[in-house]
């Protein structure tokens, strides 16, 4: 079956552009996290959908980082004025509530 | 061991060798731990959970060992294969009013000789 997917596999940005990356989680999957995860390092959480309500949004590292998402299929995690600390891959996982979680392959980020 | 600076910590084994990968964890609320397997390039992938009730559970050539008495969780691979070569990560859940967000530990990279 289909797993997530997340795209662009990599982009390349300069710095001071907005970026959005997309994830497309598991059909049924209520759950969504946002990761971000530097080189040799492990992951750093970034924002949690879970159905209706509200996003729990307590590791975006500033505020221009946002992320939505639409009921619960798509989600979009938006940079804006990207910086070359940003530089990363972004992982998106889903999961049903209080279960394993499902990752992409994520997006490589490089902010030049 | 604890990783320094961007260093991972890493476990080198020669093929059939039996691996034990580490982690200690930090919150004693936490009720749920599990463990990936990152792959160069790829994603995390699930391993094997356990749950706070249990202390040990077996899958397939792996085992994890729960001791919340000094918060330490183990992965115990069998026969490791040159294929198990990755970076295993534990993850501790701690659920709060329904929220499930993980926290992960840094890391550990097993390098498989053949």
């Known amino acids: 079956g289909a797993g997530v997917s997340q795209s662009p596999s990599n982009k390349v940005t300069e710095k001071g552009k907005d970026v959005e990356l997309r994830c497309d989680p598991i059909s049924g999957h209520t759950a969504l996290y946002w990761y971000r995860q530097r080189l040799g390092q492990g992951l750093e959480f970034l924002i949690y959908?879970?159905?209706?309500?509200?996003?729990?949004k307590s590791g975006l590292p500033s505020d221009r980082f946002s992320a939505e998402r639409t009921g619960e299929s798509v989600s979009t995690l938006t940079i804006q004025r990207t910086q070359q600390e940003d530089s990363a891959v972004y992982l998106c996982a889903s999961s049903l509530v209080g279960l394993e979680q499902f990752f992409g392959p994520g997006t490589r980020l490089t902010v030049l | 061991g604890e990783s320094v600076g961007l260093h991972l910590p890493t476990l080198s084994v020669q093929e059939g060798d039996n691996s034990i990968i580490n982690c200690a964890y930090s919150n004693s609320a936490s009720d749920y731990f599990i463990w990936y397997k990152q792959e160069s390039g790829k994603g995390p992938q699930f391993i094997i959970d356990?749950?706070?009730?249990?202390d040990k559970r077996q899958g397939q050539r792996v085992t994890v060992l729960l001791n919340k008495t000094v918060k330490h969780l183990s992965l115990q691979i069998a026969a490791t294969q040159p294929g198990d070569s990755a970076v295993y990560f534990c993850?501790?859940?701690?659920?709060?009013?329904?929220?499930?967000?993980?926290?992960f530990g840094r890391g550990t990279s097993l390098i498989v000789h053949p």
């Open positions: 959908f879970q159905g209706n309500s509200a996003p729990d």
């Open positions: 993850a501790e859940n701690r659920g709060a009013g329904g929220s499930y967000i993980p926290t």
């Open positions: 356990i749950r706070s009730n249990m």
